[in-house]
Nanobody, 127 residues
Framework: QVQLVESGGGLVQAGGSLRLSCAAS????????MGWFRQAPGKEREFVAA????????YYADSVKGRFTISRDNAKNTVYLQMNSLKPEDTAAYYC????????????????????WGQGTQVAVSS
């Protein structure tokens, strides 16, 4: 059974930074694209970023492009989301996500149903 455990959320002032981590277990982590999503209060969950299984390919939502960076360490079975220049509108619960198929690409990560979710970590950005 795939398990995803996020950490690193918190309260930060606008313009600040946070780094989220997601520790994965239960299958060969290095064989799968991984992603981050977020859900703000009263809104639908939305795609944030994805990274290919090697780490060489990434894809971002327009709203975070240039401010967020997704990365992974396959030796540690961990994916990261570095968030810089945070804005109040980035306030949300952030979820690590993994697909069912090894064929999932960074672009399709945000389009296809996600097979596995973490429990989420809360990020709050004050103005």
């Amino acid at each position: 059974q795939v398990q995803l455990v996020e950490s690193g959320g918190g309260l930060v002032q606008a313009g600040g930074s946070l780094r989220l981590s997601c520790a994965a277990s239960g299958r060969t982590f290095s064989s799968y694209t991984m992603g981050w999503f977020r859900q703000a209060p009263g809104k639908e969950r939305e795609f944030v970023a994805a990274i290919s299984y090697t780490g060489s390919g990434t894809y971002y939502a327009d709203s975070v492009k240039g401010r967020f960076t997704i990365s992974r360490d396959n030796a540690k079975n961990t994916v990261y989301l570095q968030m810089n220049s945070l804005k109040p509108e980035d306030t949300a619960a952030y979820y690590c996500a993994a697909p069912e198929s090894r064929l999932t690409t960074v672009r399709s990560m945000g389009l296809n149903p996600v097979a596995y979710w973490g429990q989420g970590t809360q990020v709050a950005v004050s103005s």
